[in-house]
């Protein structure tokens, strides 16, 4: 059974940064496609970017890019997402998600196992 453990949220002010991490354990892991997600209080959840097992592919969402950068280290087994220039609109639980997929996905249901999610919060 595949465990994706989220770390690294906290409260940061505008404009500071933050680097999640998204440790794996069970199954090929370092194959899967990894995605985070984020749900702001009343809203839907959403996709914020993802890579692929490899690293040649990823995914932004268009808020986020220029400020966001995931990578991976396979022999680690986590993905790291680090974000700059943090607004309070990216105020939200950050979850990361995987799948084994050729590719990469922006869907939510594409992606089989969620870790438990960490809060970021920005403050103004």
């Known amino acids: 059974q595949v465990a994706l453990v989220e770390s690294g949220g906290g409260s940061v002010q505008a404009g500071g940064s933050l680097r999640l991490s998204c440790a794996a354990s069970?199954?090929?892991?370092?194959?899967?496609?990894i995605g985070w997600f984020r749900q702001a209080p009343g809203k839907e959840r959403e996709f914020v970017v993802a890579?692929?097992?490899?690293?040649?592919?990823?995914a932004y969402e268009d808020s986020v890019k220029g400020r966001f950068t995931i990578s991976r280290d396979n022999a680690k087994n986590t993905v790291y997402l680090q974000m700059n220039s943090l607004k309070p609109e990216d105020t939200a639980v950050y979850y990361c998600?995987?799948?084994?997929?050729?590719?990469?996905?922006?869907?939510?249901?594409?992606?089989?196992?969620w870790g438990q999610g960490t809060q970021v919060t920005v403050s103004s």
């Open positions: 890579i692929r097992w490899s690293g040649t592919a990823t």
């Open positions: 998600a995987g799948a084994f997929f050729g590719s990469v996905s922006v869907t939510a249901r594409d992606y089989k196992y």
């Open positions: 069970g199954g090929a892991v370092s194959t899967y496609t």
